[in-house]
């Protein structure tokens, strides 16, 4: 549905790292922040004064740069290996792609839109894509190759320029957004594909009836932290940890003694709180090789884990999606 689209990605966060994040941070993925943080959400929301809220397209995820003199496309989660690898040109997505005429004829589209801003300035190109070194993430909205929402005419919105190659250590502002303006400008000349950032929505201060959500959510969140024994000092990370070691008891699979620790990896992701020697030192080999099947299993532990304090961010989700305005998801057709 179209409601739960939107109310599970309206607040949400993007990551950085050596790759381009494969997907956006929902706030309960992100261990630093504090619990505390949540209130002040709630507070902005009520108030309309949440900053930075971006409209989630339901198209497809595009990275896309100039390697070996040649636009080249990729699929979300983007790294310079892959990049050295090559990525989908003309030729790779008719050969690729021969058996769903839909999905080529969105590449197909995207690709020459975003030639088209190539050639319209390619020294500025130059500048930023440094040969492959440097790519825009983006999002692609077809009508001819729908996800869940139809939209009635095609797009394509910038979401972030990213530096992955090891001789480029920042990504040239001035470049990325001339490269923006040179798109808006190919738009309003008439190009079939609307190109541009993707798009700030407007929250709105809450009704008067809605300060008695607020209210809720703010007591659920008492509630989480009173059964959790947390402080609004303590960061997501700890009560994942904390709600982690309930699961790791729970399944009666770790050694007492190492269950502080077993917890604390699996709940934080770092490995080197609790390392196989000194596993093996306090159990068996055949003991850590069970915890290694549950640490294989980690994400979904810890998704597992924080389900209640997810139920409460979805709520969130709801509250701010009442107050806002959404800029270009326009679409008069009904959706499965």
């Known amino acids: ?37 949540l209130y002040e959400v709630v507070d902005a929301i009520r108030d309309g004064s949440l900053d930075e809220v971006t409209e989630k397209m339901d198209g497809q995820n595009v990275t896309f740069t100039i390697f070996n003199d040649q636009l080249q496309l990729y699929s979300k989660g983007a790294s310079w ?20 005429p839909t999905v080529r004829e969105a590449f197909m589209e995207a690709l020459e839109a975003l030639q088209a801003v190539i050639s319209a300035d390619p020294e500025n190109a130059a500048r930023l894509f440094q040969q492959g070194q440097v790519v825009v993430e983006s999002s692609i909205q077809m009508p001819n190759n729908p996800n869940t929402i139809i939209y009635d005419d095609p797009s394509i919105q910038f979401i972030q320029a990213v530096a992955l190659g090891p001789d480029v250590e920042e990504v ?11 798109a ?10 609307d190109m541009g950032l993707v798009p700030y929505l407007k929250l709105q201060k809450s009704l008067e009836n ?5 209210d809720k959510i703010k007591g659920q969140l008492d509630a989480l932290l009173s059964k959790t024994s947390m402080q609004k000092s303590n960061t997501i990370g700890d009560m994942a940890v904390h709600l982690v070691r309930q699961q790791l008891e729970f399944l ?3 050694p007492p003694e190492l269950m502080d620790k077993a917890a604390q990896r699996i709940g934080s992701g770092v490995k ?7 596993y093996i030192s306090l159990s068996s080999p055949q003991a850590w090789s069970d915890f290694q ?12 884990a924080l389900v209640p304090l997810e139920q409460i961010i979805q709520l969130m989700g709801v509250y701010a999606f009442r107050n806002l305005e959404f800029a270009i998801a326009a679409n008069s057709h009904e959706s499965g």
Request: proline content about 1%.
């Open 1 to 37: 549905m179209i409601l739960r689209e939107y109310v599970q990605t309206v607040l949400r966060k993007p990551v950085m790292s050596e790759a381009l994040a494969a997907h956006i941070l929902n706030f309960y993925e992100d261990l630093d922040m504090s619990l505390g943080e």
């Open 81 to 100: 290996k892959r990049i050295l690898k090559g990525g989908l040109t003309r030729d790779t997505i008719n050969s690729q792609y021969a058996d769903r």
């Open 293 to 304: 099947a549950l640490d294989k299993r980690r994400n979904d532990i810890v998704a597992e």
């Open 184 to 193: 808006q400008r190919v738009s309003k000349k008439g190009h079939k594909v």
């Open 210 to 214: 809605d300060d008695a959500l607020a």
């Open 252 to 254: 009666d699979s770790v």
């Open 272 to 278: 080197s709180v609790l390392t196989k020697k000194e």
């Open 172 to 182: 040239d502002q001035a470049a990325y957004r001339e490269f923006i303006s040179a």
